[in-house]
């Protein structure tokens, strides 16, 4: 007998949207970013400023820590373009923790995309994969896989509401 990979993938593709869309909430992508770091070097003319040293960058409710953070920005103008983070990305939302071994902050678009070893966390929830792009503005998380250790393949662990209040309601 053939296994119906089609409509578990339909059911399984259902869940992650359900799991992850429950409490999402969009992140204003016009708020300042603070940023702090050990050491801070700009090259004014190419428009880069270099972080490094526990970089930690907050913009709202949204945080992001990094070995090292890249910001580019218009050279004469004060807006922020994109953010490039590497070794030890840690992003949090309100609703949800990701981390990966390096990412990038499409300030304008509002777009997160993490790479290497992604980890996405919302309460006891847990999607691993090998690439993560976080859309602020919808609330879209996704994840896609990569070759490696899973066989190229997202790994999602979802526990059902009942199970997170310690089995009420059983």
């Given at each position: 007998?053939?296994?119906?990979?089609?409509?578990?993938c339909a059911?399984?593709?259902?869940?992650?949207q359900?799991?992850?869309a429950?409490?999402?909430?969009?992140?204003?992508?016009?708020?300042?970013?603070?940023i702090?770091?050990?050491a801070?070097?700009?090259q004014?003319?190419?428009?880069?400023?270099?972080f490094?040293?526990?970089?930690?960058a907050?913009?709202?409710d949204?945080?992001?820590?990094a070995?090292?953070?890249?910001?580019?920005?218009?050279?004469g103008?004060d807006?922020i373009?994109?953010?490039?983070?590497?070794?030890?990305?840690?992003?949090?939302?309100?609703?949800?923790?990701?981390?990966?071994?390096a990412g990038?902050?499409?300030?304008e678009?509002?777009?997160?995309?993490l790479?290497?070893?992604?980890?996405?966390?919302?309460g006891?929830?847990?999607?691993?994969?090998?690439?993560?792009?976080?859309?602020?503005?919808?609330?879209?998380?996704?994840?896609?896989?990569?070759?490696?250790?899973?066989?190229?393949?997202?790994?999602?662990?979802?526990?059902?509401n009942?199970a997170?209040?310690g089995?009420?309601?059983?």
């Open positions: 007998m053939k296994p119906r990979t089609g409509r578990w059911a399984a593709i259902m869940v992650l359900i799991a992850w429950q409490g999402v909430t969009a992140q204003d992508a016009g708020l300042p970013i603070e702090t770091a050990e801070f070097e700009v004014q003319d190419n428009g880069i400023a270099r490094t040293g526990n970089v930690r907050v913009q709202g949204l945080i992001l820590s070995d090292s953070v890249v910001v580019t920005y218009a050279p103008a807006a373009r994109a953010i490039e983070a590497a070794g030890n990305v840690f992003v949090s939302t309100a609703a949800e923790t990701a981390q990966g071994d990038t902050y499409d300030v678009h509002g777009i997160i995309t790479t290497g070893a992604v980890v996405l966390t919302r006891e929830n847990v999607v691993r994969g090998n690439r993560l792009v976080l859309n602020l503005a919808t609330g879209l998380s996704r994840v896609e896989a990569g070759e490696g250790g899973d066989g190229g393949r997202v790994r999602g662990l979802f526990v059902p009942d997170a209040a089995g009420a309601g059983r």
